[in-house]
C-alpha cells in the first residue's frame, strides 16, 4: 500500500472505531433496561412501571453526567436512538418473557460491556469538558453505576454498588482511568480507538470477576 | 365586529389562555403540596418537615425538567410565585387539618388537573427548547410525575407511578401527546390555547380513570 | 497607623475571611464524610462504598446546588481540593476506625460547622446569580442538607431532615439568613466576613440545639 492508502485505512479505522463505541453505547442502554425488566417483572408492574423503570435505569446513568457536566441538554433528549432503544427494549421485554441460562449469560455480558463502555465514554467526555483526571475517572464511574443507582433507589433495594461485589464499580472506574492514560499518551485523534480500548478493559475486568467470583 | 376588533378580541383571548395555563400550573403546585401534606401529617412531620416534603413534592417536577432542560435557573427558583405558593400551601396544610369526603375529592380534582397541566407544560418547553416529540413526551411526563416520585422516594414508599393506578402517568403523556399534536398542526401563536385545550384533556382522562377505576 | 495602612489592614482581613471561609467549606466536606463513614461501617460496607457514600454525602450538596443554578459544571467536579479532601478522608475512614466520647463530639462540632457554613455559602452563591432573597434561603438550606438526604436515601434511612431534630435545617436557614440580610446592609466587598458570620451564628444555633435538646 502507498502511505496515502495507508493513511485512508487508518482514518477509516478511527471513524469506525467511534462508530462501534456508540454501539456498543446503545447496546449498555438496551442492557440496563433488561436487567430493569427482571426486576419490574417480580414486582408485577404493568407496560407504564417498565417503560418508567426502564428509561430510569437505561438513560439515568447518562443523564447525571450530562447535567452534571453542564454542556447543554443530555444526549439522551437530543440524540433520538437513545430514547428510542429504552423505550422499544423496554416494551419487548414487557411481552415477551425470556428465561433460561444462556439468556442469563447473555444479558450479565452485556451489563459487562455496559459497565466498560460507559465508565469510558463518561471520561471521554469529562476530559473532552475540560476537566481534571480525578472528576473524569468520578464521572466516568457515575455514568456507569448511575442508572442502576437511580433503578434500585426507585424500587427500594441497596444499591448494587454497595452489596459484595466491589468490581462493579471498579471495572467502570478501570475504563475511566484507561481513557485517562491514553489522553496523556496519545492524540485526540484517536480518542474512538482509545474508548474502544477502555471499554474492552473493563468489560473484561467485569466478566473475569464475574466468573471467578472476585470481590 | 368588524375585522380589526375581531381580531383583537382573538388577541385577548390568547394572552389570557396563557394567564390561566400560569394559574393552572399554580394550583397544581398547591395540589401537590396538600397531598404531600396528608402524607406528613400520617408521618407526624413538624412544620420543617411539611416544608421541606412540600416544597420537593410541589416545585420537583418542574425542578427536574428546566434542570434537564438546561435553559438556565429553573422557573421555581427565578419566579417567586411557586416558590411563595408551595411554603403558603404547606404552612396553611400544616396549621390546618381539613378532612371529609369533600375535602379528599377536591384534591383529587386539583391533582388530576396538576397531572394534564404539567404534562401539557413540560411537553411544551421541551418543544420551545427544540427537542423532537419523543423526548417531549418524556420530558412532559417527567414533570408531571417527578415531584411525586421524589416525595415517595424520600419518604421510602413505592412511587405511585408504578403502584396499580396506571393511568396516572398515562394522563400526562395524554397531555403531552395533545401538545406535540398541536404543535404539528397549529401556529404557535396559539400555545395557550393548546395548553389549555391538551391539560383539559389529561385532567378529564385522569378524572375519569379514578371515577371508573380504570387501571 | 495611616488611614492607607489601615485600608491595608482591612484588606487583608476581607481576604483572609474568604480563605477562611474556603477552609470550613473543606471541613464540612471532611465532617459528612466522617458521618457518612459512621454508617458506611454499621453496614459492613467495603471501600469502594465508603467512597461511593462518602462522595454522594460530602459533594452531593454543593453539586445539586451548582445544579439548580446553572451556572457551569459543579465546583466539587472543577476545584479538585474537594474531591480529594472527600475520598481521602473516606479512604482514612474505612482504614482506621477512630471511636469513643471526644470523637463523636468532635464530628458533632465538625457537622454543626459544616451546616452553618454550606447554609451560607449556598444563599451567597444563590444571591450572586441574582435569586430573590427566598430562593437564596431554599438554596442554602438545600446545600446544607442535600448531602445529607441523598446518603440517606441510598442507605433507606428516613431522611434526618424529617427525623425530630428540627434544627438541623433550621440552622442551615438561619446561616442563609444572615447572608441574605448582610446583602441588603453592606456592600459586597465585605462578603467573606458576611459569610464567616453567618456560618458561625449557623454553627452555634445547631450546637446549642444538639447541647439543650432543642426540637
Known amino acids: 500500500m502507498t502511505p496515502l492508502a495507508l493513511a485512508e485505512g487508518a482514518a477509516d479505522v478511527v471513524t469506525a ?3 462501534v463505541v456508540r454501539v456498543l453505547d446503545l447496546l449498555g442502554v438496551a442492557a440496563n433496561v433488561l436487567l430493569a425488566a427482571v426486576l419490574a417483572r417480580e ?3 404493568d407496560l407504564i412501571g417498565f417503560l418508567v423503570l426502564g428509561v430510569a435505569a437505561g438513560l439515568g446513568g447518562g443523564m447525571i453526567r450530562d447535567t452534571l457536566l453542564q454542556r447543554g441538554t443530555p444526549v439522551a433528549l437530543t440524540d433520538l436512538s437513545y430514547l428510542s432503544v429504552a423505550l422499544a427494549t423496554a416494551v419487548v421485554a414487557y411481552l415477551v418473557r425470556v428465561e433460561g441460562r444462556w439468556w442469563t449469560r447473555g444479558i450479565r455480558v452485556l451489563d459487562a460491556v455496559a459497565l466498560g463502555t460507559w465508565g469510558a465514554v463518561g471520561a471521554q467526555k469529562a476530559i473532552a469538558a475540560g476537566l481534571h483526571w480525578l472528576p473524569a475517572l468520578l464521572l466516568g464511574t457515575i455514568t456507569a453505576v448511575g442508572g442502576g443507582m437511580v433503578r434500585d433507589v426507585l424500587l427500594h433495594r441497596t444499591p448494587i454498588v454497595f452489596g459484595g ?5 471498579t471495572c467502570a472506574t478501570a475504563a475511566a482511568g484507561v481513557v485517562v492514560l491514553a489522553d496523556w499518551l496519545t492524540s485526540s485523534e484517536y480518542q474512538g480507538l482509545t474508548t474502544l480500548l477502555a471499554a474492552g478493559v473493563g468489560g473484561t475486568l467485569c466478566l473475569l470477576s464475574y466468573r471467578r467470583g472476585w470481590r
Open 165 to 169: 461485589n466491589t468490581l462493579y464499580a
Open 43 to 45: 414486582k408485577r408492574f
Open 17 to 19: 472505531s467511534t462508530e
